[in-house]
Structure formats: structure tokens, C-alpha cells
Nanobody, 119 residues
């Protein structure tokens, strides 16, 4: 198993920047893929950005060029740097980790952190 603890959410103005951090309870090298999803009221949870154990990054089209995902393997931490924020980025952001256990890929979620972008 893996526990994920997010931090860094809050209120930010349109055009501003915000950073989110996710600390995992195990080495990132043991996690197949880790990243961020978000959920807006009344909508399904959607992918924002992920990074694999090999360092491959994947971004939603809506955040490409504005958001950057990075990892600090020494601190078991994944960070999402969000720039040029828009009101439509307002959501609860969740950290997600995919871990192979007994040959099956299992997903783990953090508790979520609210990001609100004021217009």
C-alpha cells in the first residue's frame, strides 16, 4: 500500500501561480506512475498530469504549457507547479499513485486539496 498526503492548495488570482506537493509513504521508484487529477463540482475526476517511474510525463491538453509535474526521489515527493491559472482550473486536486501489487495495478488516492482561482 501507499499513503499520499497533499499540500499547497488555496486561493489564487487569475494569472497567478500555485504549487502542490504530494508526499508518498514509499519510494517513488516502487510506484509505477504518480500524478494529479482534479474534480470540479458536478463533473468527473480528470487527469491533470502524471509522471512515471522512468520519468515520462503526461499532461492534459488544458494544462500543457502552464503546469509542470516534477518528482524529488529523495523526499518521495511529487510536485505540480501551476502557472497562468484560470478560473476553470478551480477544483479539488487529488494525488494518485499506481502500484503493482501481486501483478495487479492498484490505484491509491490522497485526500485532496482545494484550489480556487478567483476571476
Amino acid at each position: 500500500q501507499v499513503q499520499l498526503v497533499e499540500s499547497g492548495g488555496g486561493l489564487v488570482q487569475t494569472g497567478g501561480s500555485q504549487g502542490l506537493s504530494c508526499v508518498a509513504s514509499r519510494s517513488l521508484f516502487s510506484i509505477y506512475v504518480i500524478g494529479w487529477y482534479r474534480q470540479q463540482p458536478g463533473k468527473q475526476r480528470e487527469l491533470v498530469a502524471t509522471i512515471s517511474s522512468g520519468g515520462d510525463r503526461n499532461y492534459a491538453d488544458s494544462v500543457k504549457g502552464r503546469f509542470t509535474i516534477s518528482r524529488d526521489n529523495t523526499r518521495n515527493t511529487v510536485r505540480l507547479q501551476m502557472n497562468s491559472l484560470k478560473p476553470e482550473d478551480t477544483a479539488v486536486y487529488y494525488c494518485n499513485a499506481g502500484v503493482f501489487i501481486d501483478g495487479n495495478l492498484r490505484n491509491y488516492w490522497g485526500q485532496g486539496t482545494q484550489v480556487t482561482v478567483s476571476s
